[in-house]
């Protein structure tokens, strides 16, 4: 496993996340509480977005969920914490992802 922490990049973690039909973990916000260097805007909103739960989820999209969800990801990458985040998704058991179709 060291090794491919030390080589996470985000495409292959990406591929990691969407091989298998998956979507998106089923605890969202535990991996967006994970994210380093989130912030709020004077408008409200935040940066990155926050995960689309609670009465969010019924009003979008599975792929606009993934989206989000792979804004995310990219998020990770650009405040290098990859080997991190790519460390936490690959160790959740398949039945902790929603896989297109189940949701």
């Known amino acids: 496993m060291r090794m491919r922490e030390a080589t996470e990049t985000f ?3 990406w591929e990691y996340c969407t091989n ?4 998106l ?4 916000q535990k991996l967006y509480d994970l994210l380093h260097n989130k ?3 004077p408008s409200g909103g ?3 977005s926050l995960p689309i739960i609670l009465a969010a989820w019924h009003a979008t999209m599975p792929i606009e969920k993934q ?9 990770a990458s650009d405040q290098n914490q990859l080997a991190e985040i790519g460390s936490y998704l ?4 398949e039945d902790q992802w929603y896989h297109f179709g189940e949701f």
């Open 11 to 13: 495409d292959s973690l």
């Open 20 to 23: 298998h039909g998956r979507a």
């Open 25 to 28: 973990p089923r605890d969202w």
């Open 39 to 41: 912030r709020q805007k």
């Open 46 to 48: 935040w940066i990155p």
């Open 67 to 75: 989206l989000r969800f792979k804004e995310h990801i990219q998020w």
């Open 90 to 93: 690959r160790s959740l058991p």
